[in-house]
């Protein structure tokens, strides 16, 4: 079956430099989700799209911003990056699921790790 | 807005000894609870969730979890470990104030099955 793909696996960048992260959701998934996972760290929510619009915000830096294409892919662009922007970042998509009062099923990526240095 | 404590950090445990992994959540409204794997340099997978109906539920490898509302708590338990499941497992909870989306992760129990 198909599943999340996110692209580039690894990312070394410097300070100060900027990276683009890339989320490829599961085909008729129209919800996606970007979680940042510090070393040590539970996985965080960063933001959320639905139907290209953003649906939910979380604790994501003024200097990250992420969008969600026509073909429902999304990007995370992140700015002037500090050494504390290392870490995994999930992409997440969903669809809805029709149990309990319902709610959206995600289906993880396996992740980007970003190291910066 | 809802949230998950893990209790252990840590939890060591002989191969084919049973284990519990202890998880409370915070919400006070309804919610969804789940349980995630993540094995060493890997993404989470899904063990099992909690939506409604059945409070015991039956997950992947062998894994189950207990929903007990009057003590908030979402106990996930294995009879007999195996050293592949040596992961870090993380309960997480959706729904309440935040809404039916986005997922609030536990810190992570990381289980050590000692051969």
């Known amino acids: 079956a198909a599943g999340v793909i996110q692209s580039p696996r690894h990312l070394i960048k410097e300070k100060r430099e900027t990276a683009t992260l890339k989320c490829y959701p599961i085909?008729?998934?129209?919800?996606v989700y970007w979680y940042q996972q510090g070393p040590g760290q539970d996985p965080q929510f960063l933001i959320s799209?639905?139907?290209?619009?953003?649906?939910d915000k979380g604790s994501i830096p003024d200097r990250f911003s992420a969008q969600q294409f026509s073909d429902y892919h999304s990007e995370l662009n992140m700015s002037s990056l500090e050494l504390g922007d290392s870490a995994l970042y999930f992409c997440?998509?969903?669809?809805?699921?029709?149990?309990?009062?319902?709610?959206?099923?995600?289906?993880f990526g396996p992740g980007t790790r970003l190291t910066v240095t | 807005a809802q949230s998950v404590t893990q209790l252990d950090s840590q939890v060591p445990v002989f191969e084919e000894a049973p284990v519990e992994l202890r998880c409370n959540y915070s919400?006070?409204?309804?919610?969804?609870l789940f349980w995630y794997v993540q094995y060493p340099n890997q993404g989470l997978q899904l063990l099992l969730k909690?939506?409604?109906?059945?409070?015991l539920v039956k997950g992947i490898n062998g894994f189950e979890a207990e929903f007990n509302k009057s003590q908030t708590s979402f106990h996930l338990r294995k009879p007999s470990v195996h050293i592949s499941d040596t992961a870090e497992y993380f309960c997480?909870?959706?729904?309440?104030?935040?809404?039916?989306?986005?997922?609030?992760f536990g810190t992570g129990t990381k289980l050590q099955v000692i051969p």
């Open positions: 085909p008729r998934h129209d919800t």
């Open positions: 997440a998509s969903s669809f809805w699921v029709a149990g309990g009062a319902g709610y959206y099923e995600q289906y």
């Open positions: 799209f639905y139907e290209k619009m953003q649906s």
């Open positions: 919400s006070s409204v309804s919610v969804y």
């Open positions: 909690y939506l409604s109906g059945s409070t």
């Open positions: 997480a909870v959706m729904g309440g104030i935040g809404g039916y989306q986005k997922v609030t």
